[in-house]
């Protein structure tokens, strides 16, 4: 092997334009999903407390705010609603008219180049705020899977492109598969949230969505955090279900599931940059302990780095306009 000092391995980190030809990862847009909430009311862009630069919109406000991402060439958002009500079987999500199924109707009018991904799961609907049927104490898997079905259907009916089940109940995968191929919806793809963690990073999107379990908490259900064989196993489940993407959630703690996963399967790959990260960025810089820009620059190419395809992440405005020169 050539060593020094015939190695110089500095002469290709000199000048940026020879950075710039032989960077291995590139950062685009194009590469990320944007998430939003919607409520109800007019006229309502509240911000997030906990999540900077984040908004809760009522379905008036939802035009211009889609026409943005889409203008920054992010191709596509990922759509999380507050209901006006909940109730113990959380029924809001797979009602025709719920917040969801309004929600798509108002962004494919809007920005119908736009793909509209929707979270299936029933816990900003349950007035428990957990991910399922509740059973003599506990969340019933099988229960629940026919709501999920009934919920992804729904939101396929509504307009949405691509269904995304993240309730971590067996078997998910393949109720929303069949559900959407007896109603002729075969061309739907499904993004699993295959490996997704029980987390302490999603303290701020409970916030934003109104999920917080009222009793307990998601550790039966979502995965041990210590975990990364297991990880594997459900993400092979998820496929042999008939996933089309998988996921891994959160991202940065768990860059090594996403490398793994990239390395043993040749399946599209996402990785969600959740809200506890996304706040932790924030917090930092408004207290001008880091910088922002280059912070958040490098952390979500490390996410891309580690081998994901698709990053759902909350900066993905920001960032599209940094990547285009435009602060």
Avoid at 140 to 148: A, G, I, K, S, V
Avoid at 301 to 317: E, F, V
Wanted: net charge negative; hydrophobic share 40%.
């Amino acid at each position: 092997m050539v060593s020094f000092p015939d190695m110089r391995l500095r002469r290709v980190r000199e000048l940026e334009p020879v950075r710039s030809l032989i960077r291995e990862t590139r950062l685009s847009a194009s590469s990320f999903i944007y998430p939003l909430f919607v409520t109800h009311g007019q006229g309502v862009r509240q911000p997030i407390e906990p999540m900077p630069g984040c908004y809760h919109f009522s379905l008036d406000m939802l035009a211009e705010e889609v026409g943005q991402v889409a203008e920054l060439g992010i191709p596509g958002v990922l759509l999380f609603g507050l209901p006006a009500e909940k109730d113990p079987l959380g029924t809001g999500a797979y009602d025709p008219e719920g917040i969801i199924q309004e929600a798509i109707k108002v962004i494919k009018q809007a920005a119908p180049q736009l793909l509209v991904v929707t979270d299936v799961c029933l816990c900003e609907y349950t007035d428990h705020g957990h991910c399922g049927v509740i059973e003599n104490g506990k969340v019933d898997n099988d229960q629940t899977l026919e709501l999920l079905a009934r919920s992804a259907l729904a939101q396929v009916q509504a307009g949405a492109d691509l269904v995304a089940p993240s309730a971590m109940m067996d078997g998910q995968v393949r109720a929303i598969r069949e559900a959407l191929d007896r109603a002729g919806e075969q061309n739907v793809p499904i993004m699993g949230y295959a490996a997704k963690y029980a987390s302490a990073f999603y303290g701020p999107f409970r916030v934003a969505a109104d999920s917080t379990p009222q009793f307990g908490d998601r550790r039966s259900y979502q995965m041990d955090p210590a975990n990364r064989r297991m990880a594997m196993r459900e993400i092979e489940t998820d496929i042999a279900e008939g996933a089309d993407i998988v996921m891994v959630k959160p991202a940065l703690a768990y860059l090594d599931v996403i490398r793994q996963a990239r390395d043993r399967f040749d399946y599209p790959l996402a990785a969600y940059n959740v809200s506890g990260e996304y706040s932790m960025v924030k917090a930092a810089s408004q207290q001008g302990w880091l910088d922002e820009k280059p912070v958040t620059l490098e952390l979500l190419t490390s996410i891309q780095r580690a081998g994901a395809d698709i990053i759902i992440t909350y900066h993905a405005k920001e960032v599209a306009r940094w990547l285009q020169g435009r602060d």
